[in-house]
């Protein structure tokens, strides 16, 4: 599982940082978690491609958070997309999307299918690959963050040994389920013989938009890696707990609290040119840290 930023910054474009949004690669595709201007430009400039975005999901109705997405729908649709598109978020977007295809006579060219975000936590996605799931935040209007777990795909195949031992290719399923195998002159093949331990599962948790706050502490523990907006630095933390967002060594409180193993931190105030203090002061609390860069994919 890879996270690439397509936009850190806060609600106003400062120093060549564009709104927030990011790409989450797992094994079926990619994810769009929040759609601020210029997504649609970012996706080009880092070589992702539409065509592998199913789902989208919007943390919350704050312009930096969604004014990307229908320029970013309406594209998929002249670019011919058949697939359908699954979209999460907030329940008037769905009327605010709408109204802006009604307003151009526009009718997509693709399924939408859009599912409303309930207050509490949900499971919004679920298949194979996968499952997301939502979780409520602190901010000044319903704003949530989302969890993403990518699943096992069962034990790794070692190709060489799987021949050696003259095991047919249409057992090869159960193998990676653990399974041995026993051949036609009756010689048992141990499973750990043809196979080794697979990737383990990975979980990313997004924080959106929210105010210093423990309670979400329980949706994300554990997480390998989690983003939390880190809007202000410790010297304007009075103007982070005015406006319902957080610092940065705030966010490294909350690191610290879910026992998770790297923090990214965004959505930066565009009162800030140097982002390199953000990083400064959360490292005093929790040791790895990462500032979410435009254009940089991180290793979940």
Aim: aromatic letters at 10%; proline letters at 5%.
């Amino acid at each position: 599982m890879k996270v690439t930023i397509l936009g850190n910054n806060s609600a106003l474009p400062a120093f060549g940082r564009h709104p927030t949004a990011q790409v989450v690669a797992v094994a079926s595709g990619l994810l769009l978690i929040d759609c601020g201007e210029g997504a649609q430009v970012q996706l080009q400039r880092y070589g992702l491609k539409w065509r592998s975005l199913n789902h989208i999901y919007i943390s919350h109705l704050h312009g930096d958070h969604y004014f990307g997405l229908p320029g970013l729908i309406n594209s998929m649709s002249l670019l011919g997309r058949t697939s359908p598109l699954y979209l999460y978020g907030p329940a008037f977007l769905i009327t605010i999307l709408q109204s802006i295809l009604d307003a151009a006579d526009s009718e997509l060219s693709y399924p939408l299918h859009f599912h409303a975000l309930q207050e509490g936590e949900e499971l919004l996605t679920d298949n194979e690959y996968f499952s997301v799931r939502s979780f409520p935040v602190i901010h000044r209007i319903a704003c949530h963050g989302f969890v993403v777990k990518s699943k096992t795909r069962g034990r790794k195949l070692l190709p060489d040994k799987c021949v050696e031992y003259e095991i047919p290719a249409a057992y090869y399923e159960k193998l990676k389920q653990g399974s041995d195998y026993e051949r036609k002159d009756g010689v048992l093949v141990k499973n750990e013989w043809v196979t080794t331990e697979g990737p383990a599962p990975k979980t990313y948790a997004y924080c959106a938009d929210t105010l210093f706050t423990e309670t979400i502490v329980p949706a994300i523990y554990g997480a390998d890696t989690i983003y939390h907006e880190c809007t202000y630095l410790e010297k304007d933390g009075d103007k982070a707990a005015a406006r319902y967002h957080s610092t940065a060594i705030q966010a490294a409180k909350i690191a610290v609290l879910a026992n998770v193993k790297q923090l990214l931190l965004g959505h930066f105030s565009s009162k800030y040119r140097d982002l390199e203090p953000f990083k400064e002061e959360a490292t005093t609390i929790f040791p790895n840290v990462q500032i979410a860069e435009e254009g940089k994919a991180f290793d979940v």
